[in-house]
């Protein structure tokens, strides 16, 4: 079921939905008190809190997705983070954090991505038909980063602080908008990956940045990956293949 709502909601019809909406939520949260019926409580919580968010921000939802539980709000979160930078420079730190935040919560429209490549990891055996998978889900993590805003801390967090699915998602961002990318986070997950897939896609991400990158930068890259290719890599893995490519790269007068 994906009903697609766009904007904007009468003042009237958000009214009335954040009163649902704070009701449903106000009955779950006594639920959980009084009643044995966690599940009950469950929906009634969930059902409380969409109607909440569409009473809040029904004149910025592009769409929603029930089942994909996708909220395309990536549009509102460019904006509350420029509206976040512009409090900032004025000195407003704390209407900073809070639109931070708000913006934080809005960028989830990412998250379909992201579960698109949990379940493939999930539910396919490890073999070239998975990774083939996996790739197709990086491929759209990388058109969305060409076709909509995101903030490089925002995504950078995701690499460093994400689930295995936002640490790819965030590798693949890099990969496609250059104005995303940070070297030492795509450093970290050549050394500390969380799987194969995830230090190719690293690698990867850095072997697009050697023409950005001074001499100090790309002599800590070829050390970690020669380290890495002593400790994790195959000879005949994809890995060995583009570290030999990377640092044929980086050995390379002209690399600079």
């Known amino acids: ?44 919580l969930a ?13 910025r939802i592009e769409s ?27 000195g407003d730190a704390v209407l900073a954090d809070q639109l931070r935040v708000e913006a934080r919560a809005l960028l989830d429209a990412a998250g ?23 790739e197709r889900v990086v491929a759209r993590a990388r058109e969305l980063a060409a076709t909509q805003s995101f903030q490089p801390t925002e995504v950078l967090r995701w690499l460093r602080d994400g689930t295995d699915e936002e640490r790819i998602t965030a590798l693949a961002m890099m990969q496609a ?10 450093l970290a997950a050549i ?23 001074d001499p100090t930068q790309r002599h800590r890259l070829a050390e970690i990956v020669k380290a890495e290719r002593g400790l994790r890599f195959r000879l005949d893995s994809d890995r060995w293949r583009l570290s030999e490519d990377l640092l044929r790269r980086l050995s390379r007068p002209d690399s600079t």
Do not use: C, W
């Open 177 to 186: 908008e250059r104005g995303l990318r940070d070297f030492d986070g795509a």
């Open 64 to 90: 929603l997705e029930f089942g994909g539980a996708k909220l395309g709000l990536r549009a509102a979160a460019a904006e509350k983070f420029a509206l976040a930078e512009e409090a900032a420079r004025r």
């Open 112 to 134: 379909p991505i992201a579960a698109d490549y949990r379940s493939v990891r999930r539910s396919m055996r490890p073999g070239r038909e998975r990774t083939h998978e996996m």
């Open 191 to 213: 050394q500390h990956p969380h799987s194969a897939f995830e230090q190719y896609h690293a690698i990867l991400l850095t072997a697009s940045m050697i023409d950005d990158l």
């Open 1 to 44: 079921m994906e009903p697609t709502l766009r904007p904007a909601l009468s003042g009237g019809l958000r009214l009335l939905l954040g009163l649902l909406g704070a009701g449903s939520f106000g009955v779950g949260v006594l639920a959980v008190f009084v009643t044995e019926n966690g599940t009950g409580a469950g929906v009634l």
């Open 47 to 59: 059902f409380g809190g969409v109607l909440l968010v569409l009473a809040l921000l029904g004149d």
